[in-house]
């Protein structure tokens, strides 16, 4: 099994420290002045975090959809009906298939197999037929019993196929404390930022200048993203007095 790389995956190793879940919330943290958990549980931050994760990837996809595609090649055993996308080499994350190649016999373009439901895919005989004829070599998705996603591939094959696919990853909670999201450094500020709004807010705060940093953070995230700029400027911190007088 091969996996194409992040397609910014040399950059974010080449510069600053990559934050876990544990050093993001303590970021939030002390943006909200509480270092230890009172008002704000560890669990009330995570959610927030994982809120701003998810609102950061939103982002991303709007300007690059293609941006969590990844390509993974592997194979699929002869003879079976199913096979689970963990034991093919395939990641345990949440994956949606965007294509699905045979390239068995031609590993350049390779054969589109069709997406088809599992009752369609009982439909289909191991071997060739006017409906395969019809239809063309298909897969379709599943779950065992285990809770694992499993794969079929339509109709059975009696050898082994070469299989490549283009699938786009969906977000991943952090629950861990060294989680990390799978989305560039840049917008590790903007997490922190729009979770300390979130948190602030729940406290009546003002949020206003978190707002207008956010904001800015992203304005320079995205654009460094979209190749139209690279500022590597250090995060600004929210210290003035008056924005903790409430």
């Not at 560890?42 to 390509?71: G, K, M, P, V």
């Not at 922190?192 to 206003?208: C, G, H, Q, Y």
């Amino acid at each position: 099994q091969r996996q194409s790389p992040a397609p910014w995956a040399c950059s974010r190793k080449c510069r600053g420290h990559i934050m876990n879940l544990a050093e993001i919330r303590q970021s939030v943290r002390d943006d909200i002045d509480e270092a230890e958990a009172a008002f704000w549980s560890d669990a009330l931050l995570n959610r927030y975090i994982n809120r701003s994760y998810r609102w950061c990837r939103s982002h991303i996809s709007q300007l690059d959809e293609e941006f969590f595609q990844r390509t993974y090649e592997f194979t699929y055993p002869g003879g079976s009906r199913e096979a689970s996308l963990v034991s093919m080499g395939l990641p345990r994350e949440p994956l949606s298939f965007v294509i699905l190649s045979d390239i068995t016999n031609d590993n350049d373009q390779g054969v589109k197999l069709d997406h088809i439901t599992m009752s369609e895919a009982e439909e289909f005989y191991q071997s060739f037929d006017e409906r395969t004829r019809v239809y063309g070599p298909s897969y379709y998705l599943s779950g065992d019993a285990g809770g694992q996603r499993t794969m079929g591939y339509r109709p059975v094959p009696s050898t082994s196929r070469s299989l490549r696919a283009v699938v786009k990853t969906q977000t991943n909670e952090l629950t861990r404390d060294q989680d990390r999201p799978d989305i560039p450094e840049d917008f590790h500020e903007a997490i922190i930022l729009r979770a300390v709004i979130l948190s602030k807010k729940r406290e009546e705060a003002p949020v206003v200048d978190y707002e207008r940093e956010l904001a800015r953070v992203m304005e320079t995230a995205m654009m460094t993203l979209d190749g139209r700029h690279a500022d590597n400027a250090h995060r600004v911190i929210v210290t003035d007095s008056e924005f903790y007088n409430y």
